[in-house]
């Protein structure tokens, strides 16, 4: 599995970012498609809770992401 990062920007100031695991990029882009124009919800990392209307959004950008260890320094 893969880590992917999708971010969805409402303007030039604000967005969310969502950390999403599975087998592709092309799995990532199927899921972000397949969950245009209605409501979603997630739980970050942090334990907070979202719901997002996607058809609010203006741009999605979806990228491989690689966490660092910040515990190996």
């Known amino acids: ?16 970012r ?12 199927a899921l972000v498609q397949s969950e245009r124009d209605q409501y979603i919800s997630f739980t970050d990392s942090r334990g907070i809770y979202h719901e997002l209307d996607t058809g609010k959004v203006r741009v999605t950008q979806i990228s491989e992401y690689h966490r660092i260890d910040k515990t190996k320094s």
Do not use: G, L, P
């Open 18 to 29: 969502r950390f999403i695991f599975v087998e592709s990029q092309e799995e990532a882009e």
């Open 1 to 16: 599995m893969k880590e992917f990062k999708i971010t969805y920007f409402f303007d030039e100031e604000h967005y969310i």
